[in-house]
């Protein structure tokens, strides 16, 4: 049974910094894509960045190059999304997602089959 938890999220003033947190538990498999997710209201589910298990190199939507970073932590089975100069577009529920292992882990929505409930952003 596949669990994904995510916090970290809240509401901060454009300029600012969150950084979201996604602990993992109940999958088997060594190697897997690890990504960050995010839904306004109103719009579909876009992806944001993701990150192979196996250090591999990390992949982003060109809205938050330069401003978001996705790490993990192995020993922790936790995925992080490090938000800086954050701006009232990046408001979103902001999901965590686990998939098959690939070469390069992109942030599409098909290649993950495992979700979190979400945590809520707010950029004012």
């Known amino acids: 049974h596949v669990q994904l938890v995510e916090s970290g999220g809240g509401s901060v003033q454009a300029g600012g910094s969150l950084r979201l947190s996604c602990v993992a538990s109940?999958?088997?498999?060594?190697?897997?894509?690890m990504g960050w997710f995010r839904q306004a209201p109103g719009k579909e589910r876009e992806g944001v960045a993701g990150?192979?298990?196996?250090?591999?190199?990390?992949h982003y939507a060109d809205s938050v190059k330069g401003r978001f970073t996705i790490s993990q932590d192995s020993a922790k089975n936790t995925l992080y999304l490090q938000m800086n100069n954050l701006n009232p577009e990046d408001t979103a529920m902001y999901y965590c997602?686990?998939?098959?292992?690939?070469?390069?882990?992109?942030?599409?929505?098909?290649?993950?089959?495992?979700w979190g409930q979400g945590t809520q952003v707010t950029v004012s």
């Open positions: 997602a686990l998939g098959s292992y690939s070469r390069a882990c992109l942030p599409i929505r098909a290649r993950f089959g495992y």
């Open positions: 109940g999958y088997t498999a060594s190697s897997y894509c």
């Open positions: 990150i192979g298990t196996d250090a591999g190199s990390a």
